[in-house]
């Protein structure tokens, strides 16, 4: 499936990915990939991108994307979970994950996005948002 799929090519996608050298198409996908989601905003992203870049356990700004997560005034907050080179939000209601790594499998930065219950209309909508070369993957 690529960003220029028709109407009538609703397929339900489980996982989408983007894979870039250049730290502003991440964000850009990141960013994307937050927006459909109340307990998640833009802000985030960027702390997230640096998070991931310099590693959770040596960032200085891991209590701050801590804080930023905790702090959403609705009814759930999202969960982050770390990796070395990685941050994981996950959304309260849905537990859509959405993923941002830096320096995996010889790539400068993925950002992924894993639909437990697959969506049509959520990857759609972040695809127009950031139309980024995402790869369907499942």
Same mark, same amino acid.
């Given at each position: 499936? $690529?960003?220029d799929s028709k109407p009538g #090519? %609703?397929?339900m996608i489980s996982k989408m990915r983007i894979e870039t050298g250049f730290r502003a198409d991440a964000l850009r996908a990141l960013t994307a990939a937050m927006r459909p989601f109340g307990s998640l905003h833009g802000q985030m992203a960027e702390v997230a991108l640096d998070v991931a870049q310099e590693g959770? %356990? @040596?960032s200085a700004r891991t209590?701050? &994307? &801590? &804080?930023?997560?905790?702090?959403?005034? *609705?009814d759930n907050h999202a969960d982050i979970a770390f990796t $070395?080179? *990685?941050v994981t939000f996950i959304t309260p209601t849905s537990k859509t994950e959405i993923t941002v790594l830096n320096g995996w499998d010889s790539r #400068?930065?993925?950002? +992924? +996005?894993?639909f437990p219950g697959g969506s049509f209309s959520r990857a759609a909508e972040i695809r127009s948002i950031a139309p980024v @070369?995402? %790869?369907v993957i499942a």
């Amino acid at each position: 499936m $690529t960003n220029d799929s028709k109407p009538g #090519d %609703e397929v339900m996608i489980s996982k989408m990915r983007i894979e870039t050298g250049f730290r502003a198409d991440a964000l850009r996908a990141l960013t994307a990939a937050m927006r459909p989601f109340g307990s998640l905003h833009g802000q985030m992203a960027e702390v997230a991108l640096d998070v991931a870049q310099e590693g959770p %356990e @040596k960032s200085a700004r891991t209590l701050q &994307l &801590l &804080l930023m997560a905790f702090s959403y005034q *609705g009814d759930n907050h999202a969960d982050i979970a770390f990796t $070395t080179h *990685g941050v994981t939000f996950i959304t309260p209601t849905s537990k859509t994950e959405i993923t941002v790594l830096n320096g995996w499998d010889s790539r #400068d930065w993925q950002v +992924i +996005i894993t639909f437990p219950g697959g969506s049509f209309s959520r990857a759609a909508e972040i695809r127009s948002i950031a139309p980024v @070369k995402w %790869e369907v993957i499942a």
